[in-house]
């Protein structure tokens, strides 16, 4: 007899599988807890491709604005390789490499092609624009109040904060009633409903700009008596707070000559390309000149020219003295330290621990001016607890020993740090073994512990050679490179080749920023040639322990 089932049968189940729920299959459950982090992954990949984007739009304007096709090329390039790179579920190893890639390039490899580049150049103070800027600013400085001459209600103005904000000149025509706003860049009419002027015709307020009262002004005379604003017959200067006329350009330019030509005086100034300057036939040469390409004059002028030759390669010996001595004991001091606290007899490890990385805690800077007072030769620490007068940065030798002893003191915690961390990494069997064939504690270090610990800090010992050999603070913060000699008060004993050179570059005669980057090219060859050399010596050593 047939048995009919007027209900569902018992559940069938097929081996190797589990119901994924109720009434829902297993595909779409893991379809269903998959959405989010879907979803997720791709509203972050659209805020960035969408940042990415906005940048580019962003750095197109002044590419286009200056005309710079090229680079515009490029940025239109690369946005559009990213979009197709992270839109498509090809290149997986190129979506993790490229962003790397362009932080390298944007932060490594483009700014040292800047310095390159400015190195062969006369970029500096006086020479940092175009032929026509230095001729547009040569004839305005140049301006004089002449007979005749248009004078204006003044009323001194900022765009913003009134003690750092650009200033503004507000101008009003007494004939014409005509309220302009005048800058470095020239004039600029404003409409009549944008401003509210007294009945002298001094401008009390205006849309867009703060109007400086007498105190406020008084404060900014000497920027407020500088600003020269261009118009077509000559420039407005300020004459006092509360006036200015439009005068005439003493000095101006002829294309014929291709020279300045002073009105009054009659002399002549003749542009030199070579140098980016206007020279007179007896050699004196105007301030304002415009930047050009000198080839080889700055590196040849280090080289060459006795009064920087000669106490450059002075300051390189003493740069690699400090850099040698400063790292290497260091990392004796460290290596002590971490191989006293290493050992199993000894007891409240971690309190000394923490006790000997405090110095490592405090910001540098700081810890380096206490111990430049430290150092005082009438009221110093150091002095005055061991009884001694010594003048510490008063004498060459002195003062080099001071700054590689603060150097000690602030640099020994990283090195114990990072020896403690390599020193539990080498398995105690091995120093074991070599105790077991006879040899000495010593003879243990020498032989197993010690190679094992360069092969593992090397680099961090060449990259602490690097630092210490641009460390700027270090010496500008403690002795500022002195003691100086009479005869040279721009290079002092002390005097690293990164202090040295900021002091040439920066120092009283303005900035030079083409010789500093021929300077920095020099130490950065150097610094490279070191660490390639050292990096191939550590491989060789890797070689010989793996």
């Known amino acids: 007899m047939s048995t009919s089932l007027s209900g569902p049968g018992p559940a069938t189940r097929t081996p190797g599988r589990e119901p994924a729920g109720p009434g829902l299959p297993r595909a779409s459950q893991q379809t269903r807890n998959l959405a989010p982090i879907t979803a997720t992954g791709l509203l972050v990949k659209v805020v960035l491709l969408g940042l990415v984007a906005g940048i580019a739009v962003w750095a197109a304007f002044p590419l286009v604005e200056a005309e710079h096709w090229v680079g515009l090329a490029i940025l239109a ?37 800047y310095t390159a580049s400015t190195a062969f150049t006369n970029f500096g103070d006086g020479h940092r624009g175009s032929k026509d800027d230095a001729i547009v600013a040569i004839q305005s400085s140049s301006v004089k109040q002449v007979p005749g001459s248009t004078e204006y209600a003044l009323s001194i103005a900022t765009e913003g904060d009134p003690a750092t904000g650009p200033l503004v000149f507000l101008l009003s025509d007494p004939k014409t009633n005509q309220v302009s706003a005048g800058d470095a860049g020239g004039l600029r009419p404003l409409g009549a409903g944008d401003v ?38 000559g420039a407005i200067r ?68 006795p009064d920087i030759a000669r106490p450059f390669f002075g300051t390189l010996l003493w740069n690699f003295a400090f850099a040698i001595g400063s790292t290497g004991g260091t990392f004796v001091l460290g290596l002590l330290i971490a191989l006293a606290l290493h050992s199993p007899r000894m007891r409240a490890t971690n309190f000394y621990r923490v006790l000997l990385i405090l110095p490592y805690a405090m910001p540098s800077f700081a810890m380096l001016m206490v111990w430049r007072d430290m150092f005082n030769t009438d009221f110093g620490l150091v002095n005055n607890l061991f009884g001694l007068g010594v003048d510490w940065f008063g004498g060459e030798w002195t003062a080099r020993f001071a700054v590689i002893l603060v150097q000690l003191w602030l640099g020994y915690p990283y090195m114990f740090l990072v020896t403690t961390g390599a020193l539990q990494a080498i398995p105690r069997e091995l120093t074991e073994a070599t105790s077991v064939d006879g040899a000495s504690p010593w003879q243990s270090f020498r032989a197993v512990t010690l190679p094992l610990l360069l092969v593992a800090l090397s680099p961090l010992l060449i990259s602490s050679f690097a630092y210490n050999f641009n460390n700027f603070n270090a010496i500008y913060l403690t002795t500022e490179g002195a003691p100086f000699p009479a005869d040279n008060p721009t290079n002092g004993a002390t005097d690293l080749l990164i202090t ?41 050593q890797e070689e010989v322990y793996s």
């Open 500 to 540: 040295y050179t900021y002091r040439l570059a920066f120092g009283g005669q303005g900035a030079e920023f083409g010789f500093a980057a021929a300077i920095s090219l020099f130490i950065f060859t150097i610094v490279a040639v070191v660490s390639a050399v050292s990096f191939r010596r550590t491989r060789q």
């Open 238 to 305: 300020s004459n006092g707070l509360s006036r200015a006329y439009e005068g005439k350009a003493v000095r101006a330019y002829d294309a014929g000559c291709d020279c300045i030509r002073d009105s009054e005086t009659g002399r002549t100034w003749n542009a030199d390309e070579a140098t980016g300057s206007f020279v007179a036939a007896d050699g004196e040469r105007l301030t304002q000149g415009w930047r050009v390409n000198v080839g080889l004059k700055n590196f040849s002028r280090v080289l060459t020219d």
């Open 77 to 113: 390039v690369t946005t559009a390789g990213l979009f197709c790179l992270y839109l498509t579920r090809r290149h997986v190893p190129a979506k993790y490499l490229v962003p790397g890639t362009i932080f390298l390039i944007a932060f490594q490899v483009f700014p040292v092609l």
């Open 196 to 233: 509210t002027v007294a009945p002298g015709g001094k401008v009390t307020a205006a849309d867009g700009y703060t109007v400086l009262n007498f105190g406020q002004a008084s404060v900014r005379s000497k920027e407020i008596t500088d600003l020269v604003v261009p118009t077509a017959s």
